[in-house]
């Protein structure tokens, strides 16, 4: 296991399996970098074993899966849920932004459940990009504060 040091947050940056777009990867990296995160772009169409795998291996503090394509809502919870079956994986925070469906304004009828099948944040595509960062400070610090209690 990862020792926690004071280092920059890992976030692990991926898209669901269906989702061939990368703008918004890009976008993402640069923003999450420039936040003051280590980020691992896993790239488009990322397979659900894959992403998994690649989450056991870099043990990022926060996992962040962006979707545009508008099948966020029903790729996004598969994955959650084998994400939340991995003893190592069920505590890292999970963040899912972006069209999460194909209902415009209406896709923020999708939170609930996505937060319900496991994620910690949703982010609809009309949420300030900028807040990321904040979220995945809180989100990090609060766990490293909770393992160093432990520890």
């Known amino acids: 296991m990862r020792e926690i040091t004071p280092s920059l947050p890992r976030v692990l ?3 669901i399996s269906s ?3 990368t703008w918004n990867l890009v976008f993402l990296q640069l923003l999450l970098e420039e936040g003051g995160n280590e980020v691992i772009n896993l ?3 990322v397979p659900d074993e894959l992403l998994l795998e690649s989450a056991r291996k870099h043990e990022p503090d926060a996992i962040v899966i962006s979707t545009v394509n508008g099948h ?6 598969r994955l959650i ?6 003893p190592g994986l069920r505590d890292v925070p999970t963040i899912i ?6 209902r415009g304004a ?6 609930e459940s996505l937060l319900k099948a496991g994620y910690t ?3 609809t595509d009309s949420r300030e990009p900028s807040l990321l960062n904040d979220r995945i400070a809180e989100l990090v610090s609060g766990a490293r504060q909770a393992i160093g209690a432990i520890g």
């Open 13 to 15: 940056l991926s898209t």
């Open 19 to 21: 989702d061939s777009h």
């Open 43 to 45: 790239g488009p169409c």
């Open 72 to 77: 966020g809502h029903i790729d996004g919870s």
């Open 81 to 86: 849920k084998k994400l939340r079956s991995v």
């Open 97 to 102: 932004g972006g069209k999460l469906g194909i």
């Open 106 to 111: 209406e896709n923020s009828m999708y939170t």
């Open 121 to 123: 944040a949703v982010f």
